[in-house]
């Protein structure tokens, strides 16, 4: 298991150095010098001076590459030229809301998706199956970005239900410093997380009905009948812990489905995260805070499937043990 | 006479097939009785309908395609298990009625260990405590031949070989002492040694615990060794029931004879043991066709017209009464005993 | 709409619905086919893929107005009438006409991004099963950063370095960025190359690239407005929502149709090809944004 995780755990770093080198390239093919576009004006002269030494902007390429390498490990990313301060102060201000987000949305797409595809699974063919999976299947066609907007002029418009977008009540609840206000984050926090994690439900429960299915016909499911167990424990028990199993592969795939839609959601609900701050660096061409975004988010992608990896090393009895002899 | 344990009438268990080729009419009318601590054997070729016959018993039938007739009868210890509620039924399977299958590779759940799996039957039955119930689980494998149980009971199945995973059904199908085994094809898919290793230990057990076994097989060798009585099913029906001893000796039905050809007999004329085994020409029919008449007929090396028009009944063979039953014209009429050229 | 783009518009539908009888009595001839209309989602997904396509192709007959002619700039935002089949837009124009157009451009992207997708990732996957060794080290390699990179962060990226990308660039890197999970799943299947796993790829890249270039358009990088994407038509309505929820709900209608559809297709092909499996592996459609 040690080795496993060791060998795991390099190819994860190896996959992010090769994002790193990626990132660097593409900042390199930008148009005039990489931290010093047109609207370097924007720049006090003492900034620009720091970015020189820092980044080596006089230097070499390849001296410029191991500089940039050694920046991003020690979490320097440059400085964003719109924002006048350091992409990496300004992405640990996002990164908060957009992990509560994510969050959020990670927890209602599991709990939503699981239960209904086991519900699905359970009726497989019968009207509630039929009626839930093709439900679930035009929740899982449509833009994320749409569902949002229509959920918006539904309950936040129409029914004023929840507020329309942002962190909290600005006037308030302009920081989260009592529990009203924590409440209040919450309900803002509701419609978002709901767009997101019902796009991302109705996907896992696609998933999991079809997980349920291939193990309900299983022969160790009918010798869990054969003994005289409920009904509700061949299920719950005997074929979930089995469906669960291929699910945890999900888990990792949620990850990059998350980040990409919370750049799509956070626009929508004016929500400040990570994805909201990259796309309004585009608009001013602030191309460090994109690629240190993009950066970030890779690596978040990289940990979740490292995470999964590990999950289903530790619930399928099959790896775990074969990975602790070897 | 003794009350028979387990007593089926007319069973007749149809799947509903997919768009098109209709019903299947797997069990149509099966019949026979288990006496208390006897072995009953089962046999017949692959897709005659010994499993559907099996897992009626227990209700284990899926639900649809499948669906057991009304006017089909199964009684256990003098109730119709037909009729029973889900919680009735439960008190019997795993409990009353124990179950093994062919297929040990696939037939215990790969998540929890086999010691798990053991207690559960009698957690849940004999309201044991969990710790209780390893101990049960232990003393079990310990039954079935296991070496080191106190160790196996915590290993998972993808540790143990095919052997193995089979003895583990054995104790988790008898950790509640039942009174009744259903054994289906529980050697098919072993090596021959193994074979004999649990057939044995089958029989063993059987002696030890005084339970009835229903051994559901293909092959009459198998029965020949362990059984008491044998009923040979073919295309869903009951074509021939008799003691082991009277079937071998005596094969009435055409059936019967030729699974006994393709038997290798240690017993036989050295000439017939080297040639090759005559078995049984053709194959058995999809269930959804069956053929009309007598069933056989298309591979009967005797059929004549009145086989291919007319259903024959099961008929009394003589011998003791109602110990020797035959579903075959020719008992009408024994002169036709001789192929068609 | 006038009475010849009533007609016009009846006429798509009886053509979809024949393209769909059409191709019913051709392929039932197989076991393989038979299965396939026998799911219950084949027909209805083909005919609304039949009937989109009809209506692109006959844009000009089934639209009442060009895609960018503005009816009356002082007076925009009308409902959904019999004369404007789906409200007019924030800028007076008409949400029908600009759909119908729109559905070019859209299934545009998917078709010609699934294409790319598809080519190269069951090129890369065959070059790496059938090779093996170090050649399938280095591409799997390769693929694993492909998938680290989410698809909308590297289209973020190109855009935010290349001032206005063309349509067909676009659409070319939306190609190029979505075929690594292909070449994946084609790849453990070389050596037994199975057509069901194609379909899954299939699908999944070409459902993803349509959500994608939505996702882009809507934030205002995507297909150049005014052209109609249905992607462009979201935003374009969206800060109107209120006043006119129509501009913006209907083009977003359109593409959960057609990615339903696209995904119902999918789902009854994958278990038509092997009807063992039917039923497994749900939803890779939406991944993508
Ligand atoms: N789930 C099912 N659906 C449809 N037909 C079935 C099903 N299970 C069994 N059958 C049919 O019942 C017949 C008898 O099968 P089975 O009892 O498994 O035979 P045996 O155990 O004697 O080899 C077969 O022809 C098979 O096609
Ligand atoms: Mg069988």
């Known amino acids: 298991m040690a080795t496993w995780l060791v060998r795991r755990l390099a190819a994860s770093i190896a996959i992010v150095f090769a994002v790193v080198t990626i990132t660097f390239f593409v900042i390199h093919a930008a148009p005039g010098s990489p931290f010093l576009p047109a609207e370097s004006q924007h720049l006090t002269p003492e900034t620009l001076r720091r970015l020189s030494t820092e980044f080596g902007l006089d230097r070499s390429l390849p001296e410029q590459y191991l500089l940039f390498l050694r920046n991003v490990v020690r979490g320097n990313l440059g400085q964003s030229f719109a924002l006048r301060r350091p992409v990496a102060d300004a992405l640990a201000d996002a990164i908060p809301n957009t992990f509560t987000l994510a969050l959020a949305a990670l927890i209602i797409d599991f709990a939503l998706g699981l239960a209904l595809g086991i519900y699905q699974a359970v009726r497989a063919g019968r009207v509630g199956d039929v009626v839930s999976g093709n439900g679930a299947l035009l929740v899982n066609s449509m833009p994320v970005f749409w569902l949002g907007l229509v959920l918006l002029l539904v309950f936040g418009q129409w029914l004023r239900w929840a507020p329309v977008g942002g962190l909290s009540n600005p006037v308030l609840c302009p920081r989260l410093d009592s529990p009203a206000c924590g409440l209040d984050f919450l309900w803002h926090l509701t419609l978002p997380a709901l767009t997101l994690g019902l796009v991302g439900a109705a996907s896992t429960a696609r998933y999991q009905r079809a997980a349920m299915l291939e193990v309900i016909r299983q022969d160790f499911v009918r010798t869990a009948r054969a003994k005289g167990l409920r009904e509700r424990r061949v299920l719950l028990v005997h074929a979930l812990r089995n469906a669960l199993l291929p699910v945890i592969t999900l888990f990792g795939l949620a990850f990059p489905f998350l980040f990409t839609g919370a750049v799509l959601v956070e626009t929508v609900f004016a929500w400040p995260g990570m994805g909201r701050l990259a796309v309004n660096a585009i608009f001013q061409r602030d191309y460090p805070v994109v690629t240190g975004a993009a950066l970030l988010t890779s690596a978040m992608v990289v940990l979740g499937n490292l995470i999964a990896d590990v999950l289903y090393a530790v619930a399928d009895p099959r790896i775990r043990v074969r990975s602790e002899t070897a | ?341 | ?289």
């Open chain 2, 1 to 341: 006479m003794t009350e028979p344990l387990l007593r089926v009438r007319d069973l007749k268990t149809y799947f509903v097939t997919e768009h098109g080729s209709g019903t299947a009419r797997a069990v149509d009318g099966v019949t026979f009785d288990v006496l208390p601590g006897e072995t009953l054997g089962i046999v017949g070729e692959s897709g005659c309908g010994k499993t559907v016959t099996s897992l009626s018993i227990l209700r284990l039938i899926p639900e649809p395609p499948g669906h057991i007739l009304p006017g089909s009868f199964i009684e256990f210890e003098g109730r119709n298990l037909l009729t029973l509620d889900p919680r009735e039924l439960r008190a019997i399977r795993g409990n009353r009625i124990a179950m093994i299958f062919q297929e040990p590779m696939t037939s215990l759940n790969p998540v929890f260990t086999v010691g798990d799996q053991i207690a559960e039957a009698a957690i849940v039955h004999h309201q044991v405590s969990r710790r209780a119930a390893r101990s049960r689980a232990i003393e079990m494998l310990r039954l079935v031949g296991i070496p080191d149980p106190d160790e196996r009971v915590d290993h998972y199945p993808h540790q143990m070989s095919g052997g193995m995973r089979q003895r583990v059904m054995i104790a988790m199908a008898l950790v509640c002492r039942p009174q009744l085994l259903i054994a289906d094809e529980p050697t098919t898919a072993l090596d021959v040694t193994i074979q004999a290793q649990i057939l044995e230990l089958i029989d063993r057990l059987q002696a030890e615990l005084g339970m009835a076994v229903l051994l559901i097989t293909h092959d009459l060798g198998i029965v020949a060794g362990s059984a008491d009585r044998v009923v040979v099913m073919y295309a869903g029906q009951v074509v021939e029931q008799a003691p082991t001893a009277t079937l071998f000796a005596r094969p009435l039905h055409p059936y019967t004879e030729g699974l006994l050809a393709s038997v290798p007999r240690l017993d036989a004329p050295p000439a017939r043991a080297r040639g090759r085994l005559r078995s049984i020409p053709g194959q058995v029919p999809a269930a959804t066709a069956w053929p009309e008449g007598c069933r056989f007929h298309p591979r009967c090396p005797y059929a004549w017209d009145r086989c291919r028009a007319e259903e024959p009944p099961l008929l009394d063979a003589g011998g003791e009464p109602g110990t020797h039953a035959v579903r075959c014209w020719l008992l009408t009429d024994p002169r036709r005993r001789t192929p068609h050229p």
């Open chain 3, 1 to 289: 709409m006038n009475v010849g783009n009533w007609l016009a518009l009846g006429g798509a539908a009886i053509v979809a619905l024949a393209a769909v009888a059409a191709l019913r009595r051709r392929i039932t001839a197989t076991a393989s086919g038979r299965r396939f209309f026998r799911h219950p989602t084949a027909v209805p997904g083909l005919f609304v893929l039949a009937f989109f396509v009809t209506i692109a192709i006959a844009a000009p007959v089934v639209a009442p107005y060009p895609p960018y002619f503005q009816i009356d700039i002082t007076n925009p935002d009308l409902p959904p009438s019999t004369q404007f089949l789906l409200g007019t837009d924030p800028y007076s124009r008409d949400v029908w006409s600009r759909l119908v157009y729109g559905a070019r451009v859209s299934l545009g992207i998917g078709a010609v991004a699934m294409l790319v997708a598809a080519t190269i990732g069951t090129a890369v996957g065959a070059v790496a099963g059938y090779f093996r060794r170090w050649v399938d080290t280095a591409l799997m390699r390769l693929v694993d950063v492909g998938l680290a990179m989410p698809r909308i962060f590297v289209l973020l990226m190109a855009v935010a370095l290349w001032e206005h990308i063309a349509l067909w660039v676009l659409v070319l890197l939306i190609g190029l960025t979505g075929w690594f999970g292909t070449s994946r799943l084609v790849r453990a299947e070389v050596l037994s190359l199975r057509e069901r796993d194609f379909v899954v790829a299939a699908r999944a890249a070409g459902a993803g690239s349509v959500l994608l270039e939505a996702g882009l358009s809507f934030l205002g990088l995507g297909v150049p407005p005014p052209a109609p994407s249905w992607g462009n038509m979201i935003a374009d309505g969206w800060h109107k929502m209120t006043v006119a929820w129509w501009a913006s709900t209907f083009p977003g209608l359109a593409i959960s149709l057609v990615v339903m559809a696209f995904n119902a297709l999918g789902d009854a092909l994958r278990d038509a090809l092997d009807p063992r499996r039917a039923g497994e592996e749900g939803g890779e459609g939406g991944g993508a944004a």
